[in-house]
């Protein structure tokens, strides 16, 4: 098992920044590719980015390249996603999520565990 605690979320103007954080406990944390998700109201929860068990590899999102960036710390068992020129269309809950197989992956379906999730919302 793997617990997974996410943080950094909050209410910010358009145009700002944040950075979320996902804390791992339990297994290896260094073994688990990782990704994170977000779910706005009303939608399917879609992919925003992801990196690879040793963070040489990130895969993001058409609508947020340029603008997020994923990055992990084994040492600290966390995965960071730091988000610049935040857009209202970003408002979502964000969720990480850890992937047993430690590639970078977008399909939701590939990720055995999942955090409780953060909300940020983007205020025009």
């Known amino acids: 098992q793997v617990q997974l605690v996410e943080s950094g979320g909050g209410l910010v103007q358009a145009g700002g920044s944040l950075r979320l954080s996902c804390a791992a406990s339990g297994r290896t944390f260094s073994n688990y590719g990782m990704g994170w998700f977000r779910q706005a109201p009303g939608k399917m929860r879609e992919f925003v980015a992801a990196?690879?068990?040793?963070?040489?590899?990130?895969l993001y999102a058409d609508s947020v390249k340029g603008r997020f960036t994923i990055s992990r710390d084994n040492a600290k068992n966390t995965v960071y996603l730091q988000m610049s020129a935040l857009k209202p269309e970003d408002t979502a809950v964000y969720y990480c999520?850890?992937?047993?197989?430690?590639?970078?992956?977008?399909?939701?379906?590939?990720?055995?565990?999942w955090g409780q999730g953060t909300r940020v919302t983007v205020s025009s």
């Open positions: 999520a850890a992937d047993y197989y430690g590639g970078t992956n977008g399909a939701t379906s590939s990720y055995e565990y």
């Open positions: 990196i690879n068990r040793r963070g040489t590899s990130t």
